[in-house]
């Protein structure tokens, strides 16, 4: 394997080499994430065990504000006892000497105890390291310090020209330039200093080959090693096609598979295929969110449809990777075959949240698993691998299995209707786009009259949201009547949920006088049982039969409903909203409640019930106050 970096490696090694004063720095440049901090240590490691008499200093400058914040870095190097773990104080210590002042916590109850007024001059590092011609300093992040560039580049010359100190500095010079070129003044200023501080400059470029082995090896249990390593070619593809050459991400990228890994049953990592599949768009949508040109709150629509860069992203990013208008267009995939349902992919990017039972199941009924168990609407999918007879004999299946209303998903129907669109389109099914729709039609009608259909909150998002469902991007989804059936669904789902809804109204007001606990539950999310979380359903129960039951609840549950009637309001943010009809209902329930304290006698239920009226008037008045800001905005 070839090292890109090896003249780097050999020029820092000379660098910190010599037997005489150099007297200039070293500048190791490199965008951000290329490795450059790495591959200094790396040489830094190597030179140290075979040469005990070398010494480094290594600070990091970022954040950096004052020159008393590097001597402390210094100092903490330069005394290991005192910058020991056994020393609870020790983080305190070296700062506080160096600025006149140390706060002792004697007991580690986080106050100062005592406290030692101690006048130290500033760190000389020659009372430290006579022999200068084996110490090294090496500053890393220089473009991320907060000081002037010339008071820090001044101190550190000091150390060169006055002390005969061998410097080393990392740095991303793109950013320096650019900061410099923003001010002509620090333009100068920055040049002048370097032209007499730096002798040599050497460019890292990023080695993903060195870095992956190195990454398997170090963040990668080794259990999943092999597992990994075997994918080393299409992890290398993809992070090149992604343009950003940042090896921190890819790093990112390595701590979040070693989960995966973990996670994924034996046979299902080795599916060299599958894995190929998976990892070509982990790696992808990885490389954008960390890029900031992907937001998580997008990697859904990612997925599901044609999706823009997020213009608004501060990371570096390659010149080559801003031209591209699409970002799925820099990579050899299709995103439509997300595998996994596009809402695991969109949880775990956003929140970091995982259910692998689901997904070990789900990456069992993809294509790449034993053929015979996928059923027919999903074969048929794949139709462009499909050999002509193949493709034949699962339409004839497809349709059958339409025709006598088998498929009681409504997700799964959208499927076939959009792939017999697509049929239409190139004259493989005899049936035009009107007749797909009227079909659509015709098959909604059946299944309501039978009540054989089934729609779940999961199968709600997969209608309504991405574009996809079960890893399957929706064919056709860009053509008219492929959205006129989808309208056709979603307003059959909406009809049907209401009737739904209607019948748990009743069951609500039986659960409050039967079982209080699940009433409260009924408001919960949950994903063992039905709820109501996030969807309306006060609305169908008439107010003063909802206080009748209301009345006779425990205190405490009384108490409980309380922040469910702000969550509930606080998520109506216009006329728009799913949960508005209750906004509306709250002001009516209202009425109610203040009706009967009219007549009630004062007690503790009477307490509460103000309680509850007070929440609902905070929350109605804030949402009529935001209504009528929109109205006139």
Same mark, same amino acid.
């Given at each position: 394997m070839t090292d890109l970096n090896k003249n780097a490696r050999d020029l820092i090694?000379?660098?910190?080499?010599?037997?005489?004063?150099?007297?200039?720095?070293?500048?190791?440049?490199?965008?951000?994430?290329?490795?450059?901090?790495?591959?200094?240590?790396?040489?830094?490691?190597?030179?140290?065990?075979?040469?005990?008499?070398?010494?480094?200093?290594?600070?990091?400058?970022?954040?950096?504000?004052?020159?008393? +914040?590097?001597?402390?870095?210094?100092?903490? *190097?330069?005394?290991?006892?005192?910058?020991?773990?056994?020393?609870?104080?020790?983080?305190?210590?070296?700062?506080?000497?160096? !600025?006149?002042?140390?706060?002792?916590?004697?007991?580690g109850d986080g106050k100062a105890d005592a406290s030692a007024n101690i006048s130290v001059p500033e760190i000389n590092l020659a009372k430290y390291l006579t022999d200068t011609k084996h110490c090294i300093l090496v500053f890393d992040d220089l473009e991320r310090c907060s000081m002037d560039i010339q008071v820090i580049l001044g101190y550190i010359n000091y150390f060169v020209e006055k002390d005969g100190y061998k410097v080393v500095l990392i740095a991303d010079e793109s950013k320096l330039i650019a900061f410099s070129n923003s001010n002509p003044e620090s333009q100068i200023k920055y040049q002048k200093i370097k032209e007499k501080l730096i002798g040599k400059t050497i460019e890292v470029k990023p080695d993903v080959e060195g870095v992956f082995d190195y990454f398997v090896k170090n963040l990668i249990s080794l259990a999943n090693q092999k597992a990994l390593a075997k994918y080393k070619a299409v992890i290398i593809s993809t992070f090149i096609h992604s343009g950003y050459n940042n090896l921190r991400s890819l790093r990112k990228c390595f701590l979040d598979l070693e989960l995966w890994f973990s996670k994924l049953d034996a046979d299902i990592r080795d599916k060299e295929e599958l894995m190929e599949h998976f990892l070509t768009l982990f790696i992808a949508v990885s490389m954008e969110v960390h890029a900031g040109s992907l937001l998580t709150n997008n990697v859904g629509k990612f997925f599901g449809y044609d999706y823009q860069r997020n213009d608004n992203s501060e990371k570096e990013v390659n010149p080559d990777a801003k031209n591209k208008g699409n970002l799925q267009d820099k990579y050899p995939i299709d995103f439509y075959d997300s595998i996994i349902d596009i809402s695991i992919w969109k949880e775990f990017f956003e929140s970091g949240c995982t259910n692998f039972v689901q997904i070990?199941?789900?990456?069992?009924?993809?294509?790449?698993?034993?053929?015979?168990?996928?059923?027919?609407?999903?074969? &048929?999918?794949?139709?462009?691998?499909?050999?002509?007879?193949?493709?034949?004999?699962?339409?004839?299946?497809?349709?059958?299995?339409?025709?006598?209303?088998?498929?009681?998903?409504?997700?799964?129907?959208?499927?076939?209707?959009?792939?017999? &669109?697509?049929?239409? *389109?190139?004259?493989?099914?005899?049936?035009?786009?009107?007749?797909? =729709?009227?079909?659509?039609?015709?098959?909604?009608?059946?299944?309501? !009259?039978?009540?054989?259909?089934?729609?779940?909150?999961? *199968?709600?998002?997969?209608l309504n949201g991405f574009g996809s469902y079960q890893g399957l991007g929706y064919t056709c989804r860009e053509h008219p009547d492929f959205q006129?059936?989808?309208?056709?669904?979603?307003?059959?789902?909406?009809?049907?949920?209401?009737?739904?809804?209607?019948? +748990?109204? =009743?069951?609500?007001? *039986?659960?409050?006088?039967?079982?209080?606990?699940?009433?409260?539950?009924?408001?919960?999310?949950?994903?063992?049982?039905?709820?109501?979380?996030?969807?309306?359903?006060?609305q169908f129960i008439k107010p003063d039969e909802f206080l009748n039951a209301f009345l006779n609840l425990p205190n405490e549950t009384k108490r409980q409903f309380i922040p469910i009637i702000k969550d509930r309001l606080n998520q109506v943010l216009g006329k728009d909203h799913e949960l508005y009809p209750e906004f509306e209902w709250f002001k009516l329930f209202k009425e109610q409640l203040e009706g009967h304290l009219k007549t009630a006698s004062k007690s503790i239920s009477t307490i509460i019930l103000e309680f509850v009226i007070q929440q609902i008037s905070e929350n109605i008045d804030f949402i009529e106050r935001r209504l009528t800001h929109d109205t006139l905005s």
């Open positions: 090694e000379y660098y910190c080499s010599m037997e005489v004063a150099p007297e200039y720095a070293l500048l190791v440049k490199g965008f951000w994430g290329c490795g450059k901090s790495h591959l200094v240590e790396d040489v830094i490691s190597k030179m140290k065990s075979t040469n005990s008499d070398l010494k480094f200093l290594r600070v990091s400058l970022y954040g950096i504000g004052d020159i008393t +914040d590097i001597e402390a870095k210094f100092f903490e *190097q330069l005394n290991p006892i005192l910058s020991s773990k056994k020393m609870m104080f020790a983080g305190q210590i070296a700062k506080g000497i160096l !600025k006149g002042a140390l706060k002792i916590d004697l007991d070990n199941a789900e990456f069992r009924t993809s294509k790449y698993f034993a053929f015979e168990q996928t059923p027919n609407w999903k074969k &048929l999918w794949y139709f462009y691998n499909l050999d002509d007879h193949e493709f034949t004999k699962l339409q004839a299946l497809v349709i059958t299995e339409f025709n006598n209303r088998e498929y009681q998903n409504l997700c799964v129907l959208k499927h076939v209707a959009g792939m017999f &669109l697509r049929q239409s *389109q190139y004259e493989l099914l005899n049936k035009t786009p009107q007749d797909i =729709v009227n079909d659509v039609e015709a098959y909604l009608y059946d299944i309501k !009259k039978l009540n054989l259909f089934e729609i779940t909150d999961d *199968q709600l998002e997969s006129l059936i989808s309208k056709c669904i979603n307003d059959y789902v909406i009809n049907a949920n209401e009737k739904i809804t209607q019948v +748990d109204s =009743v069951k609500l007001i *039986q659960i409050m006088n039967s079982d209080p606990k699940q009433f409260i539950l009924f408001f919960e999310w949950s994903d063992k049982q039905k709820h109501y979380k996030n969807k309306p359903i006060l």
